[in-house]
């Protein structure tokens, strides 16, 4: 168990494998539901080996006329522990991204928000609004979160993510501000499926060099 994956309130642990995977999984994918999917997939197909090895060691046993125990019969009830849903399983990865008890003492959230804001371009960059993004986001009504807007650069990377009520100017202006001020960001064209909608919104922010 990882500390940063030690959560309190919480009757539930993900084993270190596990954990590894959804690492890899959340950030781009973020899709709890399939996470929860896997976990059940695992338990089903480790209690199918379980009773097919009882079930071959039985039958094998019974050929050459020695005792074997029979699998015990289901009494009825159902399993009580089951892995949990797919919020459940992003609430929990939420709560872990934001955890500062790692040995850097950084939370994973605050690295990748490092890692986007370091991100710039010399060529090209095209800027979006993606709604079903939004789905995935944690506590998404109380934040009034409609749609995310998010910038990418030529190399593939993304170089703002931030939630927004709506597709309004105003309320992607301020990102779209902090990323005009990096000094590595100087791209040389944008591109939009909104051209040429918002144009001179860009070209004040760049000075007409975009």
Not at 96 to 110: G, L, M, V
Not at 167 to 186: E, P, W
Not at 188 to 204: L, M, R
Request: a neutral charge; aromatic letters at 6%; hydrophobic letters at 30%.
């Amino acid at each position: 168990m990882e500390t940063k994956c030690a959560l309190p309130n919480k009757n539930s642990h993900i084993g270190r494998g596990a954990t590894s995977v959804f690492d890899l999984l959340m950030p781009t994918c973020g899709n709890g539901d399939l996470c929860s999917k896997l976990l059940c997939n695992a338990t089903n197909r480790s209690h199918i080996e379980r009773v097919a090895c009882c079930c071959s060691c039985y039958a094998d046993k019974k050929n050459h006329r020695q005792c074997a125990e029979v699998y015990l019969e289901k009494d009825g009830q159902c399993i009580k522990a089951c892995p949990p849903l797919g919020e459940g399983m992003r609430d929990a990865y939420d709560l872990a991204c934001s955890n500062r008890n790692t040995p850097w003492n950084t939370s994973d959230k605050e690295r990748h928000a490092r890692e986007i804001q370091s991100v710039g371009s010399e060529l090209i960059f095209a800027q979006d609004h993606a709604h079903e993004v939004t789905k995935n986001c944690y506590e998404k009504k109380s934040l009034g979160a409609q749609a995310l807007w998010d910038v990418s650069t030529e190399t593939g990377e993304i170089a703002s993510a931030v939630l927004v009520p709506t597709t309004k100017t105003r309320h992607f202006s301020h990102a779209a501000k902090q990323l005009a001020k990096r000094s590595n960001f100087v791209p040389a064209a944008t591109c939009s499926d909104t051209w040429p909608v918002k144009s001179t919104v860009w070209e004040t922010l760049f000075d007409g060099k975009v």
